[in-house]
C-alpha cells in the first residue's frame, strides 16, 4: 500500500548538508543525511539526484546503492533512509574547476513534488569572512575605532553580508577580496519570508573602508566565480554601501556587482586610478552623498554608468564614463528626489559638481541627462560645471525640445561635441577606452595641479593633456 497524495512530503535531518572542511590539499570528507516518511504507509520516491548531474564534485550513496542518480526507491512506513555524501577536491586545480564555494542539492521527486536538500563545500584554502557558514546572514566587523588590515596572501572570500562599524578595514596592495552572492531567505519579526540579494559590503557611520592598491599590485573586488564564463558576468554579488565619511579607493577593481559603489547621504569616498565595470545598475550611485574622482573608468553598466541624484558634491577629474549598448545615459545629474510614482511630490536639496578633462561618451544620443528640480532656477540649487570634455548630446541642446540649450555655454566650456563617426576610442566594442591616435579628445584638456600621472601611471602632457583617464603616448 502506497501513499500517492501529491501533497505528501519527506522529512529530512537537516535542509543543508554542509561539508566545514577547508581542503589546503587533495581530499575529502562525507556526510551524512537521513530522509524519514512520516507517513503510515510506504513511499515511493521517484527519483533522487544530484542536481548537477556529471559536473558535480559530490558523489551520493543511498541505502548501500552508490549512485548520482537512484530511481524508483521505497521507504515503508514510519522509517527512513540514510544518504551518504562525499566531496572530493583537489584546491590546487584552478579556480575555474575548484571554486571557493560549490553549492549544489540533493533533488527528490516524490508524487509529482520536488524537494531539495542544498549542499555546500568550500574548496579552496581562504579566509571565508565572517565565516564559512553565514551564507544568508549578517555579521559585523568591529574592531573599537582601531585599524583592521587584510594582509593574509590567502584571498578573502566574502560569504553573506558584511557590516563594517566601529573600524576602518584596510584592504593593502594586491588584496583580492571575492564576494559570494546570490538570492537569500530569511525570516521578519512576523515569521514571514523576506526574500534579498546576499553579498553586500555595507560601512556603518562609525566604520570606513580604505582599499590601497598601486599600479602593479591593484585591489580586486569581484564575484567569486572565476570561470571564464563569469568573467564578466555582472549582477554577482550587490556591491559597497558606504554610510560614513572617509572612504578612500586607490589603485582597485571593483566589477561584477549589481551597484559598484553606492554613497547615500552619510557617505564620502576618494576615488582615485579605479575601474569600475560590469555591473547591473550604476557603476558608482550617489544619493545626496560626496564622491571625489581621478583617473577613473567606469564602463559595461547595465543602466546609468554614473548616477548622482538627490544633490550632494562631486568632482570628477580626467574620467572616461563610458555606456554602449544599453539605453541609459552614461551621466546622470539630479537634484531632487521624487516622493511618489508620478512624482508631483518631491524634495529638493542643492547639487554642485564639476568635471574637468573628462570623456562622458557612448552609443546613444544623449549621454548625458540633468534633472533640475528647481522651478524658481536658483543657479545654488543646480550649480553644474564641465570644462574640456568630451560629450555625446543631442536632444539635451534642441533649441525647440531640449531642455537644456545653452549647455555648451552656460555649462559645458570648451568641450567637443563628439558623433559617432569621428574617432576616440582604440575600440570601444572591446572595451578598449584607450585613445585612438587621431582621437578627438587627444590635448584638449588644461593641467590640474597635482593631478600628474593616468589611470596607468602614465606621466600628463604639463601643457595640454589628453581627456579621460587614459593619456595617449606620443
Not at 557611520?205 to 567569486?224: A, S, W
Request: aromatic share 10%; charged share 20%.
Amino acid at each position: 500500500m502506497f501513499l500517492t497524495n501529491p501533497d505528501a512530503r519527506l522529512e529530512f535531518s537537516t535542509d543543508t548538508l554542509r561539508f566545514d572542511t577547508v581542503f589546503t590539499e587533495l581530499g575529502s570528507a562525507t556526510r551524512i543525511l537521513k530522509v524519514y516518511n512520516r507517513y503510515g504507509k510506504s513511499l515511493r520516491v521517484a527519483s533522487i539526484a544530484i542536481a548537477a548531474g556529471a559536473q558535480t564534485k559530490f558523489q551520493m550513496n543511498v541505502d548501500g546503492i552508490p549512485g548520482n542518480e537512484i530511481t524508483d526507491l521505497e521507504i515503508p512506513p514510519n522509517d527512513s533512509i540514510y544518504i551518504f555524501v562525499e566531496v572530493t577536491i583537489d584546491p590546487d586545480e584552478p579556480l575555474s574547476i575548484s571554486p571557493f564555494v560549490l553549492e549544489d542539492a540533493i533533488v527528490f521527486e516524490t508524487n509529482g513534488n520536488e524537494q531539495r536538500v542544498l549542499l555546500e563545500a568550500w574548496g579552496q584554502n581562504a579566509n571565508y569572512i565572517p565565516s564559512r557558514f553565514s551564507k544568508g546572514g549578517i555579521a559585523l566587523l568591529s574592531c573599537d575605532f582601531g585599524v583592521l588590515s587584510w594582509d593574509d596572501p590567502k584571498p578573502y572570500v566574502i560569504y553573506g553580508v558584511l557590516v563594517i562599524d566601529s573600524c576602518t578595514l584596510h584592504l593593502p596592495p594586491g588584496t583580492r577580496l571575492y564576494v559570494h552572492g546570490g538570492v537569500a531567505k530569511a525570516l521578519d519579526d512576523m515569521g514571514n519570508p523576506i526574500i534579498y540579494n546576499d553579498g553586500l559590503i555595507y560601512v556603518l557611520p562609525n566604520g570606513k573602508l580604505n582599499m590601497d592598491g598601486t599600479l602593479e599590485n591593484p585591489v580586486i573586488v569581484q564575484g567569486d566565480r572565476l570561470e571564464e564564463d563569469f568573467e564578466e558576468r555582472d549582477g554577482q554579488w550587490v556591491g559597497i554601501r558606504l554610510a560614513s565619511k572617509g572612504n578612500t579607493f586607490r589603485n582597485s577593481i571593483i566589477k561584477n556587482s549589481l551597484v559598484g559603489v553606492y554613497v547615500d547621504s552619510a557617505g564620502s569616498v576618494d576615488l582615485d586610478k579605479m575601474a569600475i565595470h560590469h555591473t547591473s545598475g550604476p557603476g558608482i550611485f550617489a544619493l545626496h552623498g560626496k564622491v571625489d574622482a581621478r583617473n577613473c573608468l567606469v564602463y559595461a553598466n547595465g543602466s546609468t554608468s554614473v548616477q548622482l541624484g538627490y544633490g550632494g558634491d562631486y568632482t570628477f577629474d580626467y574620467c572616461t564614463l563610458a555606456s554602449y549598448g544599453v539605453d541609459a545615459a552614461a551621466l546622470s545629474l539630479s537634484n531632487g528626489i521624487c516622493l511618489d510614482l508620478l512624482c508631483y511630490m518631491f524634495d529638493i536639496y542643492r547639487i554642485n559638481a564639476s568635471f574637468r578633462n573628462c570623456i562622458v561618451f557612448g552609443s546613444s544620443q544623449d549621454e548625458i541627462q540633468l534633472s533640475n528640480f528647481s522651478a524658481s532656477g536658483d543657479p545654488s540649487l543646480f550649480n553644474i560645471s564641465m570644462e574640456n570634455c568630451v560629450v555625446r548630446v543631442k536632444y539635451l541642446v534642441d533649441p525647440v525640445v531640449g531642455s537644456y540649450p545653452g549647455f555648451f555655454t552656460d555649462i559645458c566650456t570648451n568641450c567637443i561635441d563628439g558623433s559617432p563617426t569621428q574617432l576616440l576610442f582604440e575600440d570601444a566594442n572591446e572595451n578598449d577606452f584607450h585613445l585612438d591616435s587621431l582621437s578627438i579628445a587627444e590635448g584638449i584638456g588644461l593641467p590640474i595641479p597635482f593631478i600628474n600621472l593616468d589611470l596607468e601611471g602614465k606621466e600628463r602632457n604639463a601643457v595640454n593633456p589628453d581627456a579621460g583617464c587614459y593619456e595617449r603616448e606620443d
